[in-house]
Structure formats: structure tokens, C-alpha cells
């Protein structure tokens, strides 16, 4: 029934739906048993009619499907259309996007389109008094905005990767339908006409579950391969901090905290990294924290939940064997 | 050609915040307010524009909020920009991303503008919705997250942060422009700069001279409550040999936090 069901904005890449699809079906799927509605997807894409059926597998009941070449790649214009689109079809009381640079984008737009609120970067939601309630960091993740959005309808919120979890794939397949999205190619005026992949096939840190991640104190670039070293056995992604970006041992995609990228794996591991407020900034939400560092007294260790006082030069080499060794008893 | 540049005046990041007994605004007594970060990008970037494209070029700011966001203002207008407009009014007190955007739409139209430069989040409310959100008033393409621009009169290619990569992107004038931190190396306000920033021309506009009502603004999002997060640390700190450290960290990963 409208306004009682809940609607995500899937996302796909290439074809591959993301995971933060299904964790936008596991809150999702949350809500809509709050508020007695069904769980709706709609995908966006070339070519993603055949991946629809099985998001039913995380609990969505309906996909909807803009499927053709104006959705190739990514472009604000087209994808907002066919989100307001899908909105108007199934009427939600709820739309709920990841905060991904795709959901970030499309979901503020939508939610201006719509003349509605939008919870950016949620980090918990909830059905509070017949409302959505979303929990939300602000000022660098120093504060918590709750928030509610008491008038307007749909209620938006996109959520932060890695913080609602992915539900045992095992519900039966989603019905498909195609939406008549209205999106003429030819109108979209800002065009992408090239997706460059930064190299390393790793997860991108925004949504990696694990990091490693080192400071000014590993003084070279050619020392970062410890930390690659490291990243591999663990299946984690390398991040740095400001100090080992400006200093050349790093590039600025990899950067942690307040001017570069907002993190949030389950495991943070940081090697020489004071703690300085910006850094904690983009890293303070990680489930564990880690450290590595030899001064007992940096601020690092104010929010960390273990760690070593060593030299990392000494620790991260006997770190790798052991982390090895663990590994290979399964 | 008519540059529009949208900046906030945002609590220095150093700031440990305050909550006032009502649980939904931070103390402003003791913070210390600078222009949010990521708008000196787009000052940067408009001022970089201005001296492209030449001719009869000016860069507008445009900031919303109480009096004290004026000195913003001067900031940029004293690293370059040529006038300022600065939206007060009480309705607007408690103005969301949605107001806002209405507002700034507004005055970016009223003083006319073939690009609008913004930062790509505002570091205290972290919403990063103003701009996607004044894009859509307008009608405008937005390119949200820009790293690398190269612009003319009449379009321009940009390139932008996602995932695992960038997009490169196409696009015609007018349009909106959010500014990620590697765009550019933000300038410094010169002395002679500050000196001159004094007698540039500063409007302020309130809704009225905006032709927008109060109801045109209303909020379309409540705080119902600020809270600190709260931080339950473990907070083991090993030292001895690495013989000893590393194992037992290790240990302690898989058996207590469960997380190898
Ligand atoms: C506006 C602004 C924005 C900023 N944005 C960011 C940002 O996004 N991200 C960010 O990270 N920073 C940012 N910074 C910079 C930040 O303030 C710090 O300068 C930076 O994080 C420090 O990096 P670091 O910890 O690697 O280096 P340092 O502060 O130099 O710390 C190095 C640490 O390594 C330890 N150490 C040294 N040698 C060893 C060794 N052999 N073994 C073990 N430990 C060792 C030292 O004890 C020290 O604690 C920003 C600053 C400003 C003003």
C-alpha cells in the first residue's frame, strides 16, 4: 500500500550490483516491516534487467527497472528522472539511497525535485511515532544530529556504506517490472563521457571493511609496500593520513580525514599516525581501531581500541607472519 | 561572464563543541568562525575563472546566516571577489538544506550567473545537499565533486571523485560546480586585498528583496536533538617485544573483537 512502503535506489556498476544495494535492502526491509509496507527496489542501468529478479533474494519484493542506453553511465539528469519517476509509481513513504557519490548526488537533487527532507550519511533509522528517525554525524563526526522530517513526504535518508548490515540472502526471486522512466539521452546536459578506474583493484577505502594505514612516520613511499605488504594478507585496502599525501608517499585518493575521504570499516589499523583531529575525522566511526605508534602519548590512543607502542618498522613485518599464520589455520 | 560563489561561514575544525541545554543547537561562545574549507576551493576556482575568461568577468558572493558570516564575505572579497550579498532574515533562522537552497537559488538569480561555485559540503552540518539542492531550484547541471576543470564561456569539462576512480564529465553553461579539496591551491587574502575589501560593494538581501515569502522557506527537516557520539574504547596498549606484542594483538583481534 502507498506511503507505507519503503523505496531504495539500488545501486549497479557495470551490470554488478554494489553492496551497499543490500545493505539498503537489509534496513530497508527493516523499515517497511515497521511500517507495514513492502519493500521496492528500482535499478537504473544498461543491461541490469537480468540482475533485478535476484535483489529479491535480500528481501525486496518489487524491482523496477530503467534499463537502456540514456543509463550506460552515471549522469545526475538521468538517474534523478527516473528515481522521480519510480517515486511517483510507487508513492513511498520512505526513499532510501546510499551515501556513495552516486547516492549523495542523486538523493539531494531528488529530495529538492521532491521539495522534501533528506537524512544525508545516516548511521541509524528507525519508525519513531509513525516517523523515520535517522541518526547522522556532523561536524566531522564530533556530534550526532537526530533528526526527523515532519511534514514532507517521501521521508529521504541515504545511508553510510558498511554501517547496516547485508541480510542472509535466501528470500525467493523479486518480481520485474519495466518503469517508463521518460529519460531522453539526448536532453541529459551534463554528460559522462569516461569512467577512469584508479588503479589497484582493491576496494575503494570509502567502502573497504578493512584498512591499513600509514602516517609521516613511514617516511618513503617505497615503505608504504609494508603496508601493502600487509593489506594483502588481510584483504584490506591502504589509506594514509595528510602528512604522508603532502610529503609525497602517498597519492591524495588515498587520504583519510577531513579533507580527504570518510571511512568506516569494521577494522582500522593505523602505523604512525599521531591522531590529529582532521585525521580522526574521516576514520573515528571504524568499528576497531588500531594502533601503531611508538609515542605512548599521541592522541591516537584516545580512540583506539588496541594497539602496540613500537616501532612500526619492527612490528608490521612480525604483524604480517602472525596475521599469516592465523590465516592459513582457517 | 558572471561567476556566483556560494560560501558558508563554518566553525574552525579544531572546535570541541558545546551542546546548549535545549539539546538542539551547539554554544557559539567559544568557536571560532573561518569560511568552511571547501568554499575556499570554489573561491579559488572563481577568481581563476574570472582572470580565464577576462572581458567584463565579476565574481558575486553569496553567503547566508547571521551578521557575523559578513566577515566571510570580506574574506573573499578581499582574496578577489568583486560583491557581496548576504541573506538575513529571521525566517531563516532555522533554515535546513531546503531553505537555503531556496534562498541562495534565489539571490544567485537575482544577481545573474552563468556558473555557481560552491564547496562540496559544509564541515559543521555535513549535509552536502545545498548544492545538488540549489542545482535542481535553478535547473541547472550540477558536477558535485569536481577535481580538475577546464572552462569556457559556454561549457566546460570537469572531472570528478566516485568510487574506485573519476568520471569525466561534459557539460554546458550555466551550471553549478562543487569544489573537492585538489582542485586547486586556494589563495591568500593580500593586505592591500583586505584593504580594498572594505569598500566593495556588500548587499544584504532579506527575503522580501528576494521575493520569497516565509513560507517559501519552510524547513523541510527538524533537528530534534545534538548528542556527543559516544566512544566505548577498549583501549589495550601493549608494549614489550614484538614477540610478545604482535601475538597477543593478534590474538585479541580474533577472540575478543572478532574482526580477523
Ligand atoms: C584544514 C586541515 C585539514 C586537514 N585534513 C586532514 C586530513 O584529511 N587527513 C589527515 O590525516 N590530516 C589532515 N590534516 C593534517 C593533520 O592536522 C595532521 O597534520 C596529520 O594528520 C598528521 O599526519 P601523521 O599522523 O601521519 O603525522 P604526524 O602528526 O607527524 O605523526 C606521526 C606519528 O608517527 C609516530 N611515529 C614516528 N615514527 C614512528 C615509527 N618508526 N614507528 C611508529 N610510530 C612512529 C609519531 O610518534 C607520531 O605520532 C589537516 C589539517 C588541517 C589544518
Redesign the interface.
Given at each position: 500500500m502507498a506511503e507505507k512502503d519503503v523505496l531504495i535506489v539500488a545501486e549497479q556498476r557495470g551490470g554488478t550490483i554494489r553492496k551497499i544495494s543490500y545493505e539498503l535492502a537489509g534496513i530497508g526491509g527493516q523499515l517497511a516491516q515497521k511500517t507495514g509496507g513492502e519493500l521496492v527496489a528500482v535499478l537504473i542501468g544498461e543491461g541490469v534487467q537480468g540482475a533485478a529478479a535476484s535483489l529479491g533474494k535480500y528481501g525486496v519484493k518489487k524491482v523496477l527497472v530503467a534499463d537502456g542506453p540514456a543509463f550506460k553511465?552515471?549522469s545526475?539528469?538521468g538517474y534523478v528522472t527516473a528515481a522521480a519517476k519510480a517515486v511517483e509509481k510507487v508513492q513511498p513513504g520512505i526513499v532510501l539511497t546510499g551515501a556513495?557519490?552516486?547516492g549523495?548526488?542523486l538523493s539531494?537533487?531528488l529530495?529538492?525535485?521532491l521539495?522534501?527532507?533528506?537524512?544525508?550519511?545516516s548511521v541509524g533509522l528507525d519508525i519513531v511515532d509513525g516517523k523515520l528517525?535517522g541518526i547522522?554525524?556532523?561536524?566531522?563526526?564530533?556530534?550526532?544530529?537526530?533528526?526527523?522530517?515532519?511534514?514532507?513526504r517521501p521521508q529521504i535518508a541515504s545511508i553510510r556504506p558498511n554501517v547496516f548490515n547485508v541480510p542472509e540472502a535466501n528470500g525467493p526471486d523479486a518480481s520485474v517490472e519495466t518503469l517508463d522512466h521518460g529519460v531522453d539521452a539526448g536532453k541529459i546536459?551534463?554528460?559522462?563521457?569516461?569512467?577512469?578506474?584508479?588503479a589497484g583493484a582493491k576496494?575503494?577505502l570509502?567502502?573497504a571493511e578493512?584498512i591499513v594505514s600509514g602516517g609521516r612516520a613511514l617516511k618513503a613511499a617505497e615503505n608504504f609496500k609494508i603496508m601493502n605488504d600487509l593489506a594483502d594478507v588481510?584483504g584490506a585496502t591502504v589509506g594514509a593520513s595528510r602528512a604522508a599525501v603532502d610529503s609525497g608517499y602517498a597519492p591524495?585518493?588515498m587520504q583519510i580525514g577531513?579533507?580527504?575521504k570518510v571511512v568506516n570499516p569494521?577494522?582500522y589499523l593505523g602505523f604512525g599516525i599521531s591522531g590529529a583531529?582532521?585525521h580522526l575525522?574521516g576514520m573515528?566511526t571504524s568499528?576497531?581501531?588500531?594502533a601503531v605508534n611508538k609515542d605512548?602519548d599521541a592522541p591516537i590512543?584516545?580512540?583506539?581500541?588496541?594497539?602496540?607502542?613500537?616501532d612500526l618498522f619492527?612490528?608490521t613485518p612480525?604483524?604480517i607472519e602472525?596475521?599469516k599464520k592465523?590465516?592459513a589455520q582457517g | 561572464m558572471k561567476i556566483v560563489v556560494l560560501v558558508k561561514q563554518t566553525p574552525d575544525t579544531e572546535t570541541k563543541p558545546k551542546i546548549t541545554a535545549d539539546k538542539k543547537r551547539l554554544e557559539e561562545g567559544e568557536i571560532k568562525f573561518v569560511m568552511n574549507p571547501y568554499d575556499e576551493f570554489a573561491v579559488e576556482e572563481a577568481l581563476k575563472t574570472k582572470e580565464k575568461i577576462g572581458g567584463d568577468s565579476t565574481v558575486t558572493v553569496i553567503s547566508l546566516g547571521p551578521d557575523r558570516v559578513v566577515e566571510t564575505i570580506r574574506t573573499a572579497l578581499a582574496m578577489g571577489a568583486d560583491t557581496g550579498i548576504h541573506i538575513s532574515d529571521p525566517a531563516l533562522d532555522s533554515a535546513d538544506s531546503y531553505a537555503t537552497a531556496v534562498a541562495l537559488a534565489a539571490a544567485a538569480k537575482k544577481a545573474g550567473f552563468d556558473v555557481i561555485f560552491c564547496g562540496k559540503q559544509a564541515i559543521d552540518g555535513d549535509f552536502a545537499q545545498v548544492n545538488s539542492r540549489v542545482a535542481e531550484t535553478l535547473d541547472i547541471p550540477q558536477i558535485n565533486l569536481t577535481t580538475k576543470l577546464d572552462l569556457s564561456a559556454t561549457g566546460g569539462k570537469a572531472e570528478r571523485r566516485i568510487e574506485g576512480g573519476e568520471e569525466l564529465i561534459e557539460f554546458p553553461l550555466p551550471a553549478l560546480i562543487s569544489c573537492e579539496k585538489g582542485l586547486n591551491e586556494p589563495r591568500y587574502a593580500s593586505l592591500p586585498g583586505i584593504m580594498k575589501a572594505k569598500k566593495k560593494p556588500l548587499d544584504k538581501h532579506d527575503l522580501a528583496a528576494l521575493g520569497l515569502s516565509a513560507d517559501a522557506v519552510k524547513p523541510r527537516l527538524q533537528i530534534q536533538e545534538i548528542r556527543i557520539p559516544e566512544q566505548k574504547r577498549r583501549g589495550v596498549k601493549l608494549t614489550g617485544e614484538v614477540t610478545e606484542t604482535v601475538p597477543k594483538l593478534v590474538k585479541l583481534l580474533r577472540e575478543e573483537a572478532k574482526v580477523i
Open positions: 553511465l552515471y545526475t539528469e556513495s557519490a552516486l549523495r548526488d539531494a537533487r529530495a529538492q525535485r521539495k522534501t527532507g533528506l537524512v544525508t550519511d528517525q547522522r554525524p556532523a561536524l566531522s563526526g564530533k556530534i550526532q544530529h537526530v533528526v526527523t522530517i515532519p511534514e514532507s546536459r551534463a554528460k559522462v563521457t569516461e569512467v577512469r578506474a584508479s576496494a575503494d570509502t567502502e578493512r588481510i591524495h585518493a577531513q579533507t580527504g569494521t577494522l583531529i582532521q575525522a573515528r568499528k576497531v581501531i588500531v605512548p590512543w584516545q580512540i583506539a581500541d588496541y594497539g602496540i607502542v613500537d619492527k612490528v612480525a604483524l602472525e596475521f592465523l590465516l | -
